[in-house]
């Protein structure tokens, strides 16, 4: 874990001593934080005449406000991404599928290639030998012919 930093911050005029576990620059930016909110609170002017205490009030909800608006924001965010993480998972589902079928196929088209050249090769020895077959029996009918 690490160190407890503290570091002095202003807040509406009043100096006041933060600690935690966050840097100092972090601590500084949540005290501007505050003032900002107290600065725009300010400066609407039906809430200038109002009591302290009901101003601060005022603020607090404004920072809860914003603070669940950003929870649900965080939420709706991790929807997101965990629905985006599932699509990304089913997609590289498809394509690890799509690969091994690829694969597959590719096997299959060689050994279909494979057989067409042994059919051809086949076919081209049955052509010639159809045609040696053809020519001798043209040579056979021929001598029966001059006989």
Do not use: W
Request: proline share 1%; aromatic share 6%.
């Amino acid at each position: 874990m690490s160190e407890k930093t503290s570091a002095e911050v202003i807040i509406g005029g009043k100096v006041y001593t933060l600690s935690g576990y966050e840097g100092e620059e972090y601590l500084q930016r949540v005290a501007t934080y505050i003032n900002n909110k107290i600065h725009e609170f300010d400066s609407m002017e039906g809430i200038r005449r109002f009591p302290g205490d009901m101003k601060a009030t005022l603020i607090q909800l404004n920072i809860a406000d914003d603070y669940f608006k950003a929870r649900a924001q965080v939420e709706k965010l991790e929807r997101e991404l965990e629905k985006k993480d599932k699509e990304i998972y089913n997609l590289k589902h498809d394509l690890i599928s799509n690969q091994i079928k690829t694969e597959s196929d590719e096997k299959i088209l060689k050994e279909l290639e494979e057989e067409n050249r042994r059919l051809s090769l086949e076919m081209a020895k049955l052509e010639a030998s159809l045609e040696e077959t053809q020519r001798n029996n043209v040579a056979a009918r021929m001598q029966t012919e001059t006989e």
